[in-house]
């Protein structure tokens, strides 16, 4: 993962868009992180109406006032916006702890055909070593909200036992990181057995949960 942005300049979206450019600063913001690279666009209005909910997604994970201890889990806004006044016009609606290339880094774009994106908005979730653990995570992102994650950091055989949702404290156990039905969830195979087997684990066999959960994200565009 590191190796990915290696000689670029990666900026905090806080108030003086604070720039990481060494490669000091880099291990330590992406090393043994999950990493989800947010390809969207101020003047897609589905981008728009996604954001609040990434937005919150990933507060719930980081935030310190929703959880004891923050996730290992970045946030990284590759822009594909037609000008730089609109990517800073959209950075206002993402979270401030969120990085982000800046808008004259060609680099952008580079992603944008290295992950083969075809639409937007699309959350590409890549392991600590770099390889792709999601193909585009918005649609589990609307349906799960922040248990995603769980998901995601036992897939990417993330160790980290003391992170956990405030709520969870209340008696809910944490799975097993070595759960076999989130590994398999996640193998590389058939785009369509896969969508299959995720119904089928999700939501147990009961399509109609399922087919609610895509019917309002897809109504929330």
């Known amino acids: 993962m590191v190796d990915l942005f290696a000689d670029r300049v990666l900026v905090k979206n806080n108030t003086d868009q604070d720039e990481l450019d060494t490669e000091r600063e880099i291990v330590m913001s992406l090393q043994n992180r999950i990493l989800m690279l947010f390809f969207a666009s101020a003047a897609c209005e589905s981008c728009q109406q996604f954001a609040p909910t990434l937005t919150d997604f990933f507060k719930r994970l980081t935030d310190e006032f929703y959880v004891d201890r923050a996730a290992q889990l970045v946030l990284l806004y590759i822009s594909l916006d037609q000008s730089e006044q609109e990517q800073e016009r959209f950075l206002k609606e993402l979270p401030k702890k969120c990085l982000f290339l800046a808008y004259e880094d060609p680099y952008r774009r580079e992603l944008e055909v290295m992950f083969k994106v075809e639409e937007l908005p699309t959350v590409v979730v890549l392991r600590p ?21 769980r998901n995601w950091q036992e897939a990417a055989e993330i160790l980290d036992r003391n992170f956990m949702i405030n709520e969870d404290f209340e008696g809910k156990s944490m799975h097993s990181l070595s759960d076999p039905v989130r590994r398999l969830k996640y193998k590389v195979e058939d785009e369509k057995k896969k969508k299959k087997k995720r119904k089928r684990r999700r939501w147990g066999g009961g399509g109609e949960e399922d087919a609610d959960c895509k019917d309002g994200a897809g109504s929330s565009w």
């Open 129 to 149: 070593d770099g390889s792709i653990l999601i193909p585009n995570a918005v649609e589990e992102i609307l349906c799960l909200g922040p248990d995603c994650y």
